[in-house]
């Protein structure tokens, strides 16, 4: 079940429109990626720690504060692909459904015209980086956005022009 923030919902009632965005954290840190650029507030930190050199001992905040450490982001999302979530896939049987479940699955397709990722999985390990789908909006606080599934990178796929992340819920 999905909750909705009160700015989410305003802003949906507003007719803006919605952005969705995968966040890959692995071993070397986090990128964020989307079908296009990602905005600002996406990139933002709510929990930002009062102690970390951000805030002066006057109260001024300094520049870049709040922002989280990203090593890259952009629009290189190819293909969302298709979110798959059941309780059991073939079966009428209300008591058998409570008792078993299908874990949610998704593939996502990322660009590599330019040999990007390519060049990173000689570098990084993508296999079990966590992946965050978010649905959301430009104008509201990250706090606001919609997870839409958590997963882990069961299985990737390179070739010349893309890179498939296959997705299992955590």
């Given at each position: 079940?999905?909750?909705?923030?009160?700015?989410?919902?305003?802003?949906?009632?507003?007719?803006?429109?919605?952005?969705v965005?995968?966040?890959?954290?692995?071993?070397?840190?986090?990128?964020?990626?989307?079908?296009?650029?990602?905005?600002?507030?996406i990139?933002?930190?709510?929990?930002?720690?009062?102690?970390?050199?951000?805030?002066?001992?006057?109260?001024?905040?300094?520049?870049?504060?709040?922002?989280?450490?990203?090593?890259?982001?952009?629009?290189?999302?190819?293909?969302?692909?298709?979110?798959?979530?059941?309780?059991?896939?073939?079966?009428?049987?209300?008591?058998?459904?409570?008792?078993?479940?299908?874990?949610?699955t998704?593939?996502?397709?990322?660009?590599?015209?330019?040999?990007?990722?390519?060049?990173?999985?000689?570098?990084?390990?993508?296999?079990?980086?966590?992946?965050?789908?978010?649905?959301?909006?430009?104008?509201?606080?990250?706090?606001?956005?919609?997870?839409?599934?958590?997963?882990?990178?069961?299985?990737?796929?390179?070739?010349?022009?893309?890179?498939?992340?296959?997705?299992?819920?955590?």
């Open positions: 079940m999905y909750k909705k923030s009160l700015n989410f919902h305003r802003a949906q009632e507003a007719g803006h429109a919605e952005i965005v995968c966040r890959i954290t692995n071993s070397a840190g986090l990128r964020i990626f989307s079908d296009r650029m990602p905005p600002a507030n990139r933002m930190d709510p929990l930002a720690n009062l102690y970390d050199g951000t805030y002066t001992y006057n109260g001024e905040i300094t520049y870049g504060s709040g922002y989280e450490d990203i090593l890259d982001y952009g629009g290189r999302v190819i293909s969302w692909g298709e979110l798959r979530e059941t309780l059991t896939p073939d079966s009428d049987d209300l008591i058998l459904s409570q008792r078993t479940q299908e874990i949610s998704m593939r996502i397709v990322l660009n590599n015209a330019d040999k990007y990722f390519s060049k990173l999985l000689g570098r990084e390990n993508m296999i079990s980086a966590v992946v965050e789908l978010l649905v959301g909006f430009k104008n509201i606080s990250r706090l606001d956005w919609l997870e839409q599934i958590t997963g882990r990178v069961s299985r990737i796929t390179l070739t010349p022009e893309k890179l498939t992340l296959n997705l299992r819920a955590v």
